[in-house]
């Protein structure tokens, strides 16, 4: 019987995409072990997960030497730095939306990806939910002619600006 080798992952930001989204996924997932999280706040990491070590910076997170793979689910402007800090310590990298803040920063990654022969990926949550494939269909057969750019996405109010990093 072959036995599946379990992938330790290191979540990096346990904010409302970090806690509602990749930890319940990863820990969903037979073979997979979330392992540790960065985050400021660890009182609120070992509430809902008092098995990980929690740790104060994504670099210790990164540079831990159990860790297989890195999601990143910091603030946007840090997915490049930390994908790049990931991918040349030897980790396979995935990456919440948006992926990159600019097209330069994108291939760079994809090509640093290449040459350490590392997994990196999109996470993209939403892709097989129906709207999406609703508009996918649409555009595929060309009812609405051709689309040169499709964005969508989701608003919350949020009467207080949050405190971020």
């Known amino acids: 019987m072959n036995k599946v080798k379990t992938m330790n992952i290191a979540l990096i930001g346990y904010g409302f995409v970090g806690k509602t989204f990749h930890a319940p996924l990863i820990q969903s997932v037979e073979g997979l072990k979330l392992a540790v999280v960065s985050s400021r706040d660890e009182e609120k990491v070992k509430r809902d997960l008092p098995d990980v070590l929690v740790v104060a910076t994504p670099e ?15 603030p946007n402007a840090t997915h490049a730095p930390l994908a790049t800090l990931a991918l040349n310590a030897g980790k396979h990298v995935v990456v919440d939306k948006p992926f990159t803040l600019d097209m330069q920063e994108a291939r760079d990654l994809i090509a640093l990806a290449q040459e350490k022969q590392r997994l990196l990926s999109v996470f993209h949550n939403r892709r097989w939910d129906s709207d999406f494939l609703g508009i996918k269909q649409v555009i595929e057969q060309g009812r609405i002619g051709k689309v040169k750019h499709f964005e969508s996405h989701i608003d919350r109010f949020r009467p207080e600006v949050r405190v971020r990093w």
């Open 60 to 74: 210790e997170a990164i540079q831990h030497p159990d860790i297989d793979l890195v999601v990143i689910a910091s």
